[in-house]
């Protein structure tokens, strides 16, 4: 009698990419909004953004249910932290309990896959990547998730970051302008979307049959979320659909 | 903890006594659930089949059940589970009634609850075998969404489990719009349904629709669909393979 199997799995990959980049006075955050499952869409319209803070937002890409809980969690001890020192959390901090509290399951990890970004104690934005168990750093930009292997050489070759292996070590926060930074996100993710069948934008069409508004859409979506000193924005892009 | 640390560091632990406290596989089984939002609510459709195995053992399971005074819940996979659900919902809406505050749990906070469960006995490798769909409406908001056997939880104008996913997702995405009539909602339902019966091995022809509104939940009485099987192909099945039977 040969000893018995799991047949199940506790871990499944729901897909997609997350981005952000580090500006002197800005912070980008965008991901798709497919979650799927094996060669399957689950749905078209999923946020894997989450606000943690004020200035603080996290995006993640992964095993859903485990972002999902791990978003909860860090929202938990946000509002006790809250209730404790009477402020917000700053981002460096939060980014810090993220590291933690990935560490924390080393032994039964989230699946998750985050890029933090926010803007620090002075204003200047700041993104920390991370692996799933929780080691981090704090870069001028990042990208995570299914499509980042295709997304991050990009964002290397744009934003020009100097080498990590510089000393004294060099900030690769980008000069670019917010409405520049924006665009390169877009284009970005026009280009993930082309050859990686995980994450992915579509265009809304419209049937004889539908009377759709435009809230309707019959397809996948690019959520960016943007964060500067007059607060936070969120704007929605639709890329070509297949 | 120490079971998990355990059980990935050392697998011979894994064995006899710790498994028969763990669910390994499903027995008893029921196949997909679809839900789709339309005007007045939500509307949901499942086969009353019980399967173990290959065999259909029993013909008349309820699948969807009514919960507390807003939501539906609609199960496919171990049918013993899904009777566990059931009765740890039984006691939320219990302790929510007893606080006699007018306040009442809708289907968002059923669909929250239900997706901690499976969560939570998906991180004690325990799980609930089960793909559930929730629907509801509270003060005019309609509500539908799914959670999975390990957590994986949305929510989205149509949602189905199992072959569901496959067969019906697809027909749904190219025929669901907003505000659904209720007869045009049960002819999409059907249609779905039809499909997986043709498809799909586990399912059976009685099923039930479900419907919640505002004002309440109905289930209809269990009804079979009409099906074709008078294909030309299917007269004389050997005619173009010689030699066989």
């Known amino acids: 009698m040969t000893k018995q199997q799991a047949n199940w799995s506790p871990y499944d990959n729901n897909g997609g990419s997350c ?9 980008v955050i965008a991901a798709d909004t497919r979650m799927s499952t094996g060669y399957n869409i689950l749905t078209r319209d999923y946020s894997k953004i989450c606000k943690l803070a004020d200035k603080c937002v ?3 890409s992964g095993f859903q249910a485990d972002v999902r809980a791990l978003q909860k969690h860090l929202a938990a001890r946000h509002l006790i932290y809250q209730h404790q020192h009477n402020k917000q959390m700053s981002c460096p901090a939060m980014a810090q309990l993220l590291s933690n509290t990935l560490y924390y399951k080393r032994f039964f990890p989230y699946y998750s896959f985050n890029v933090l970004g926010g803007l620090d104690n002075e204003g200047k934005g700041c993104v ?9 750093e704090k870069v001028g930009y990042s990208s995570q998730g299914s499509g980042s292997t295709l997304i991050m050489p990009f964002l290397d070759n744009q934003l020009k970051s ?33 050859r990686d069948i995980y994450t992915h934008t579509v265009h809304p069409f419209n049937t004889a049959l539908s009377n759709f508004s435009l809230d309707v859409l019959q397809g996948d979506k690019l959520e960016i979320v943007i964060l500067n000193a007059s607060g936070i924005r969120r704007e929605y892009m639709d890329l070509r659909k297949d | 903890m120490n079971l998990m640390d355990s059980s990935h560091s050392n697998p011979m632990s894994l064995c006899s006594q710790a498994d028969s406290q763990r669910t390994l596989y499903p027995y008893v089984t029921g196949t997909s659930v679809i839900g789709v939002k339309y005007k007045d609510g939500i509307l949901m459709a499942a086969d009353m089949g019980g399967s173990y195995g290959s065999t259909l053992r029993y013909k008349s399971v309820e699948r969807m059940k009514p919960i507390g005074k807003h939501s539906l819940l609609g199960a496919s996979g171990e049918i013993s589970d899904f009777q566990e659900i059931l009765h740890y919902l039984d006691e939320l809406i219990l302790y929510d009634n007893m606080w006699d505050d007018g306040n009442s749990l809708g289907p968002k906070e059923v669909h929250s ?3 901690r469960v499976m969560y939570n006995r998906r991180n004690k490798f325990n799980p609930l075998w089960n793909s559930l769909v929730l629907g509801g409406v509270k003060n005019g908001q309609k509500y539908l969404g799914t959670v999975s056997m390990i957590g994986v939880h949305f929510e989205d104008n149509h949602v189905a489990t199992g072959f569901g996913n496959h067969l019906a997702r697809p027909i749904l995405r190219d025929e669901w719009h907003e ?16 499909v997986l019966l043709y498809r799909d091995r586990s399912a059976v022809n009685k099923l039930q629709i479900a419907k919640i509104t505002e004002e309440g939940v109905t289930i209809s009485q269990p009804y079979s669909l009409k099906t074709f099987w ?12 010689e030699g066989s039977w």
Do not use: H, W
Not at chain 1, 170 to 189: G, I, M
């Open chain 2, 113 to 115: 609850y239900l997706t």
């Open chain 1, 19 to 27: 981005v952000a980049i580090a500006g002197a006075d800005y912070c």
């Open chain 2, 230 to 241: 008078g294909f030309s192909a299917f007269q004389n099945p050997t005619v173009g393979a």
């Open chain 2, 179 to 194: 505000d659904l009539s209720f007869e045009d909602g049960v002819k999409l339902l059907e249609k779905c349904m039809r």
């Open chain 1, 128 to 136: 920390f990547t991370y692996d799933a168990v929780g080691s981090y």
């Open chain 1, 162 to 194: 100097p080498s990590p292996l510089l000393l004294p070590a060099l900030d690769a926060v980008t000069p670019l302008s917010e409405p520049e930074a924006v665009d390169l996100v877009k284009t970005v993710f026009a280009s993930a979307t082309e």
């Open chain 1, 58 to 60: 996290m995006a993640s």
